[in-house]
C-alpha cells in the first residue's frame, strides 16, 4: 500500500476511536420530556381536531340536506293528511 493510503487508515482509525469513547462517555438525561405536560396537550390536540373534523362533517351533511331540500317539489301545504281513527 501506498503511504497515502495507510496514513488516511490511521486517521479514520483515530477519528473512529475517540469518537467511539465520546459516545461511550455521554449519557442522556433522566427525563426527555416532561410526559405530563406533554400528555396534556396531546389531549388537548386530539379534542380540538376531532371537534373539527365533526364541525366539517356536520356542515357537509347540512349542506346536503339543504340541497336536497331544494330539490324537493314545493307543492301546497307540507302537512301529511289526517287519516281516519283506526277501531
Not at 469518537?19 to 433522566?30: G, I, L, N, V
Not at 396531546?42 to 349542506?63: E, F, M, N, S, T
Not at 346536503?64 to 281513527?85: N, T, V
Amino acid at each position: 500500500m501506498s503511504g497515502k493510503i495507510l496514513s488516511s487508515f490511521y486517521a479514520i482509525a483515530s477519528h473512529s476511536q475517540s469518537t467511539h469513547s465520546a459516545m461511550r462517555e455521554w449519557t442522556p438525561p433522566d427525563h426527555l420530556f416532561d410526559w405530563n405536560k406533554l400528555l396534556g396537550h396531546i389531549r388537548k390536540g386530539a379534542l380540538l381536531d376531532g371537534y373539527q373534523r365533526y364541525v366539517k362533517w356536520h356542515v357537509g351533511l347540512k349542506r346536503r340536506a339543504d340541497e336536497l331540500a331544494e330539490q324537493l317539489p314545493r307543492e301546497g301545504s307540507s302537512k301529511r293528511p289526517r287519516r281516519g281513527r283506526l277501531l
